[in-house]
């Protein structure tokens, strides 16, 4: 467990500027979301519970590495086919993206707060 926290938070910083560079961008309404327009998305919302003191250092780190071992597992996906995704792997992003953002829900709403 202590390699995957490792890993990922090393992905997370090679991946921070660039998502940071990035601007959210809203699909058409009959077009989901992408897997990185959601990562995204999720990124932001860490972002904002930090500046709002709704996330603790630990929930902070824990949903980092859940959505970098997302976006790290959907690069192994498309490395293994030509850079597209089965429908089971979408299915199994799609999953694991819906687990972590009921998690930063769960967290931002649970009136913990970081320490001073």
């Known amino acids: 467990m202590r390699r995957n926290i490792v890993g990922a938070l090393i992905g997370i910083t090679m991946t921070a500027s660039t998502a940071l560079a990035q601007t959210r961008a809203n699909p058409p309404a009959d077009k989901p979301m992408t897997i990185n327009q959601r990562l995204e998305n999720q990124h932001d919302r860490i972002v904002d519970g930090t500046k709002d003191d ?40 799609t999953h694991e993206l819906n687990r972590t953002s009921r998690q930063i829900y769960r967290d931002r709403h649970n009136n913990r707060t970081p320490k001073p």
């Open 54 to 93: 709704q996330l603790t250092k630990a929930e902070r780190t824990t949903l980092r590495a859940d959505d970098a071992a997302i976006r790290a597992q959907e690069k192994v996906y498309r490395r293994a086919n030509d850079g597209k995704l089965t429908k089971a792997e979408r299915k199994q992003l």
